[in-house]
């Protein structure tokens, strides 16, 4: 029987041109859609398939190692978001 098991993850949803795109740091992984509601499912669907391929290859524990995740009790959690923000920066540029 399959298992399963609920985190939240940090997820950032932006426009690119006419698509939408979710993003999340926490996996490295992002997905896009038409509309905000189909990039969130869209993601959801890359969630599965990326664990699905983490358990195939029985790298599950090394990857999200990898990825900041922590193990307590025989659960990983996803890092901790501490604060999204828009930094300002100066980029340079080509004459």
Excluded: H
């Amino acid at each position: 029987m399959d298992q399963s098991i609920s985190c939240g993850l940090p997820v950032t949803i932006f426009r690119e041109g006419v698509a939408f795109v979710a993003y999340s740091p926490a996996l490295d992984l992002s997905s896009c859609g038409s509309s905000e509601q189909d990039a969130k499912r869209m993601f959801g669907e890359a969630v599965q398939i990326f664990f699905e391929e983490l358990m195939e290859t029985n790298s599950i524990d090394a990857v999200l190692k990898d990825l900041g995740w922590t193990k307590a009790k025989g659960q990983f959690s996803p890092p901790e978001v501490v604060e999204q923000a828009v930094v300002n920066v100066m980029v340079p540029c080509t004459a």
